[in-house]
């Protein structure tokens, strides 16, 4: 009976009760909407990360950091035995220098980045340097990305002049041939990157059989004088960044909860000013204030329990459409992050749940809260309208 009772005075609530749904079903919207976004991004960045440089993670020579590139020099070993006997499908050997590049008189700073070309452990296309010779001659083949090709004003064909410096700080440098541009979903493997035969860079630099780290598919154990990398640990400024966007996000999602909740406050403020009557006959007919306040807490929690029906239904709909096209960030090219296509939405069953129902139960809270002081009425003065004043 008090359920009945509960619908037809929210029903006849009319526009309030429609604006009340639909901003809590909006509400519940964004802040999922806003959560599977940072999934997503999240998702797509390690996959990239993972594809194209990370792998399982990195054995590599003890010191050695890529945001230090004047000690990449002085950080290099040979592949130990346990590592060196692994399948190319379980390993990929890199070896970074410095280099200069000077593309149409102009100097470009570079890091020469060489790689086992047999590798089929990283997704990376570099099938332009397979026909070239072992041994490094007179022109050095390179692929660039398009990014990198971009800013250097350099296109497949294109020679250049490479300066680099090898293990004995003997100044070297010949001529560098663009055998491709290729497209690359990671940034960070593409800006200031020149892709060089492994063989050739180490012929190049007198540093036979070393390397500057060998990314594997999985962790194969300690290995003796050289140190491992987790997938964690080398995408970590990637994950604190995203991190600390989801904090931002946070506050987002508390604003909008906020008014939703004030919406559904004021209903219920007005529906106990107004029906004052109409609790005082309800008491006189004998039921207690504690089922009053059931009663109005009810009404004002419909709101939330449908918002939640809304909320699946225009969600689907969105998020079905979203998942076509995608969030564009073209405009981040020129950025480090690892992500040249379009994000996605990564949706949790798990926190869709527990979104809707931290968002119902504030709902029903605020629902209740200004009905409280029913408890405290003269079913006398609500007869005559004058219980609250």
Not at 190 to 213: A, F, I, K
Not at 244 to 257: D, S
Request: overall charge neutral.
């Amino acid at each position: 009976m008090i359920f009945n009772i509960a619908w037809k005075n929210f029903s006849r609530q009319g526009i309030r009760a429609v604006l009340n749904v639909v901003v809590t079903a909006l509400a519940m919207i964004a802040v999922v909407f806003n959560i599977s976004l940072y999934n997503g991004f999240q998702a797509q960045t390690t996959r990239n990360m993972i594809r194209t440089d990370v792998a399982g993670g990195h054995y590599q020579a003890p010191g050695f950091d890529i945001l230090s590139p004047t000690e990449w020099e002085d950080h290099s070993l040979k592949v130990p035995e346990v590592l060196k006997n692994l399948p190319p499908s379980q390993k990929a050997e890199a070896l970074v220098q410095q280099g200069q590049l000077f593309p149409n008189r102009r100097l470009y700073p570079v890091q020469l980045r060489g790689i086992d070309i047999n590798q089929t452990l990283l997704d990376l296309p570099l099938e332009g340097l397979k026909s070239y010779r072992e041994k490094v001659e007179d022109i050095i083949p390179a692929v660039l990305g398009i990014k990198m090709a971009q800013k250097a004003h350099l296109k497949k064909g294109d020679t250049a002049v490479l300066k680099w410096r090898d293990r004995f700080g003997v100044v070297d440098a010949r001529d560098l041939l663009v055998v491709d541009v290729v497209t690359l979903v990671n940034s960070r493997v593409d800006g200031g990157v020149l892709w060089l035969r492994l063989d050739h860079l180490q012929d190049m630099t007198q540093r036979p059989d070393e390397v500057s780290w060998v990314a594997v598919a999985e962790y194969q154990g300690p290995v003796q004088g050289i140190e491992f990398q987790t997938v964690d640990e080398l995408i970590s400024d990637i994950l604190n960044l995203i991190k600390n966007e989801r904090r931002y996000g946070k506050i987002f999602w508390v604003i909008l909860i906020f008014l939703s909740g004030i919406g559904v406050f004021n209903t219920q403020i007005l529906n106990v000013f107004k029906r004052q009557k109409e609790i005082g006959t309800l008491m006189a007919f004998g039921m207690t204030s504690a089922q009053v306040v059931g009663l109005f807490t009810l009404e004002g929690s419909m709101a939330a329990l449908l918002s939640v029906v809304v909320a699946l239904v225009l969600g689907t709909l969105l998020f079905t459409w979203f998942q076509s096209v995608g969030l564009d960030i073209s405009h981040l090219s020129e950025s480090t992050i690892p992500v040249n296509e379009n994000i996605l939405l990564d949706i949790h069953p798990g926190e869709v749940v527990s979104t809707m129902i931290i968002i119902v139960c504030i709902m029903v809270l605020v629902s209740w809260l200004p009905v409280r002081k029913i408890t405290r009425l003269d079913p006398t003065l609500a007869l005559r309208g004058r219980a609250i004043t």
